[in-house]
């Protein structure tokens, strides 16, 4: 199984993007998706998850960014809205066959993607 990450980029504040997690391998469907980020000299961070059909969000991005899938596609993408400063961070999506309730853990999934860059500026 592999997962591979595009679509950061620099944007200005206000702005938006796309990201998109394109999986191989194994048919992404049934899997728990999520995206992590994580700012320099932070720690890696929850973003946004879609398990069995519903969808969690990090406070800080709720009603900004969407997770949605395209099972077609066998991808995952992040819709980023109304993007912040403080957004900036490599963005990691990551998989994982069995569903679990703590979606927002990065250590229960078994699959990650390789990063990709987010940049917001003021």
């Known amino acids: 199984v592999q997962l591979q990450a595009s679509g950061g980029g620099l944007v200005q504040a206000g702005g938006s993007l796309r990201l998109a997690c394109a999986g191989s391998?194994?048919?992404?469907?049934?899997?728990?998706m999520a995206w992590f980020r994580q700012a320099p000299g932070e720690e890696r961070e929850f973003v946004a998850a879609?398990?069995?059909?519903?969808?969690y969000y990090a406070d800080s991005v709720k009603g900004r960014f969407t997770i949605s899938r395209d099972a077609a596609k066998n991808t995952v993408f992040l819709r980023m809205n109304s993007l912040k400063p403080e957004d900036t961070a490599v963005y990691y999506c990551?998989?994982?066959?069995?569903?679990?309730?703590?979606?927002?853990?990065?250590?229960?999934?078994?699959?990650w993607g390789q990063g990709t860059l987010v940049t917001v500026s003021s």
């Open positions: 990551a998989a994982d066959r069995h569903y679990s309730k703590q979606y927002y853990s990065d250590r229960r999934y078994d699959y």
């Open positions: 391998g194994d048919t992404f469907s049934s899997y728990d």
């Open positions: 879609s398990a069995q059909s519903t969808r």
